[in-house]
């Protein structure tokens, strides 16, 4: 048989990992034959758009540029299948292929989306009576699936915070005036990496000293009271945000209420909108960051606990396709956090598909502007460790297909 | 006798690199006893705030991890030195400061604002008939320092952009519709930063398509144009562009066009209007991403070319105060390109203090949307090799002061 993979979703620094898993654990497996990447996701699939990753992916040093690689080296894309029972004619499409290319098994690295992909496409083909194994790869660095411990992805999003929010913190105290610079993370729904910069708090730092998620309602008010208080306190003040906060006062003026020479509307996010808030009402010198793409590409400081685990749930999703499963989705249960232990286990994807993970309320404080020390223990294991990056004229060696072989 | 040394200006990775630099070589000079660092540059002089720096660094250790953080450990100031000849009570505040600590040699690591010091310091001494050396470190990530090849901390500014762009690069690759990704770098004058991203052409990349800097004019026209003309030959087409770019059009209206719903001025940097025009103009998927002080503070992926010579110029500085020298700037003086090597001078801070130095015509294009190959091997060895940096809790760890000890 021929196994497919494919990759979806927003780019992280693990998703070529839980690839290399795939094609690792496949190569071992004799009953397994041509091991074909889809390009651009479930696209590939639909398109017949396909690569033969034995022809790709040629050597031990391939593969570990592969691990240091950000983003999805097949591509990927934004497509959210409609239900099969409405209309089955992309479904049909997407059979074709997996008959055309003797295709036995389908793995799909992605978040929430791919995740519905899998819980479909699952169903659909058992509904037909084909026999084809469709299994679920998680990843996010909003570490916003539910079921898994975490997602892979997230602890390498969440050690480039921490590193960056710890530098952020060393330029930002140099100076003898006070200051409070505000650095925006993402995350819409959940506050899982904005939280994450808690770790900061075992090393020698206090800041961030105040850190908003989404998870709470956020006032102006309160926000300039919080950041008074902490003035009086440290002389530069840090504070970490969500992007995904609402404000109660005035849902949504920070993104609507501007408007540039074209007539467009400004959709500054909410540390530049806080910026302005503070200059203005406070009158301090004031800063906002956006760490923007960086968040979720910055291999070069990527976590080896990340990479490696992301290799390894990609492999153990091989294993479960092997043994007769589909609809699956894999997943980590922590065992231990210190010594940190995981185990891979596999649910129905109709567990994880479509629903949110939010922070559990004992790591948001009281007062809902920090996170409790309740929380290091959970995030601390997944930032540890750094891969021996490959370097080429002083920069990250980067694995990546000629455009022209992709189509 | 007793030395003081003291840092200024905006941080960068490689400044507590030159102060190492100067506490080793003094330690190894029977002639010096204290080495007094001053807390938040010349201010500290100003206001006899000074720490003994045998009692703050106080192993290799504590060395190792000096090399590795970024910014200012003795804090920094921007302070500019009036004319003494107009008044100089300050300048009688500094002396009285050096003869009360017995200070024989003054070195002041810092940027232009700094050299000036250097100079307007060394000619009121002298005026005096006082016996001080005053030496003068350079540093900034904006390379514009005039005589010297490059500036520490370039090197590891320049890393950095290059890393990062080169994973922006591969995050915006993914999707399979057409889009523009547009990076804004730090230089308000001088585009050293910005062009520095051409390295990524000796690697795989055709990315950045577009680099603009501000010693060139620049008209939303053209930079339409040029985008287009990139669109036609990429799927992802990556602009990189000076903060300090001048519109010809309408010169300052992306600062002033716009205001808040405080009725502040929105100061947007120039990547976030020009993702306003491509958006309002092309219609295709755009994105901005300011590097902001990641830039300047990324100490993670610093270049170790960068740091061992700052380190190395920083003890050149006291080698040239133990010859009787004053009134100078320590300078690099390249000697060849490829096998590199550079030889340490010093020049009078006249030479240096107030001058910018800018691109040279032959490293920018024609068409002068991009940079030339010509300039890849003077940035190329800048940013070779890293640090094996010290870890904690899976972050750099960072070597601080206690804000206490620092007053």
Redo the contacts between chains.
């Keep these: 048989m021929n196994i497919a993979v494919a990759q979806s979703g927003g780019?992280t620094c693990a998703i070529n990992a839980s690839l290399v898993g795939v094609f690792k654990e496949s190569l071992k497996e004799s009953s397994i034959d041509a091991i074909f990447g889809s390009v651009?996701g479930i696209?590939g699939i639909i398109n017949d758009n396909l690569v033969d990753l034995k022809n790709i992916i040629l050597s031990n040093e391939d593969i570990e540029l592969l691990r240091q690689?950000?983003?999805?080296v097949l591509?990927?894309?934004?497509y959210k299948l409609k239900d099969w029972e409405e209309d089955d004619t992309v479904y049909q499409k997407i059979v074709n292929c997996f008959k055309r290319r003797q295709i036995g098994a389908f793995f799909y690295i992605g978040g929430n989306d791919s995740m519905d992909t899998v819980k479909k496409l699952s169903e659909y083909t058992k509904q037909i009576g084909m026999d084809i194994k469709i299994i679920g790869i998680p990843k996010t660095i909003d570490n916003d699936l539910c079921v898994t411990d975490h997602s892979p992805g997230f602890g390498s999003a969440a050690?480039y915070v921490?590193?960056?929010m710890?530098?952020?913190i060393?330029?930002?105290?140099?100076?003898?005036m006070p200051s409070v610079t505000i650095v925006e993370i993402m995350g819409r729904h959940a506050g899982w990496l904005t939280a994450s910069s808690v770790?900061?708090h075992?090393?020698?730092e206090t800041a961030p000293h105040l850190i908003y998620v989404p998870e709470c309602e956020f006032s102006i008010e309160s926000f300039l009271h919080d950041v008074e208080n902490e003035m009086a306190k440290h002389?530069a003040v840090i504070v970490a945000i969500s992007e995904g906060i609402e404000i109660s006062e005035?849902s949504s003026?920070?993104q609507s209420?501007?408007?540039?020479?074209?007539g467009?509307k400004?959709l500054?996010g909410i540390g530049?909108?806080l910026e302005?808030?503070v200059?203005?009402k406070i009158g301090c010198k004031v800063?906002s960051?956006?760490l923007?793409?960086?968040q979720?590409?910055?291999?070069?400081?990527c976590?080896k606990t990340d990479i490696d685990e992301s290799e390894q749930i990609g492999a153990a999703g091989v294993r479960c396709a092997l043994k007769g499963e589909t609809g699956k989705v894999m997943v980590f249960k922590r065992v231990n956090d210190m010594p940190y232990m995981v185990t891979i286990d596999s649910v129905d994807a109709n567990k994880i598909a479509n629903f949110e993970k939010y922070l559990p309320e004992n790591y948001i404080s009281p007062a809902k502007n920090n996170i409790t020390n309740e929380a290091i223990n959970y995030f601390?294991p997944l930032?540890?460790?750094?891969l021996n990056i490959v370097?080429?004229?002083?920069?990250?060696?980067?694995f990546?297909i000629k455009?022209s072989v992709l189509k």
Tied chains: 1, 2.
């Design positions: 780019p651009n696209e690689t950000p983003s999805t591509g990927s894309c934004r050690k921490a590193a960056t710890q530098e952020i060393r330029d930002s105290s140099v100076y003898s770790v900061l075992t090393n020698i002389k005035e003026s920070f209420g501007v408007v540039d020479s074209f467009h400004y500054s530049k909108y302005n808030v200059r203005s800063r960051i956006e923007n793409v960086m979720r590409c910055s291999s070069h400081i976590s601390m930032i540890q460790g750094e370097m080429e004229n002083g920069l990250p060696k980067h990546t455009e």
